[in-house]
């Protein structure tokens, strides 16, 4: 993730059954918000986009995916308030 966007350069792949075991923890759909939970990057986020490539993708345990319950909130109105929250607690 850089710049509040997935970045596929680069991206490693694995193998199918590696890929499934893992997807069924991240399941990301278009719209999903994912976090970087753990090192260096900590709080980097981005929104999934409307690609055929997000349904393909999949993470490490250090990435957090947050799936929105449209009912109650938008995917960019909970990454704005997650990125504030991040900014208050980083000053």
């Known amino acids: 993730m850089r710049s509040n966007t997935l970045i596929y350069d680069g991206a490693r ?5 590696d890929f499934l075991e893992t997807h069924r923890r991240t399941d990301l759909r278009s719209g999903d918000i994912c976090m970087v939970n753990t090192g260096a990057t900590i709080g980097r986020m981005s929104i999934a986009p ?22 109650v909130a938008t995917s960019y109105y909970l990454y704005s308030l997650l990125k504030m ?7």
Do not use: G, H
């Open 13 to 17: 792949q694995i193998t199918e059954d």
């Open 85 to 91: 929250r991040l900014i208050t607690l980083s000053n």
């Open 50 to 71: 409307n690609k055929p490539t997000t349904s393909k993708s999949t993470f490490q345990k250090s990435v957090a995916v947050l799936k929105p319950k449209a009912e």
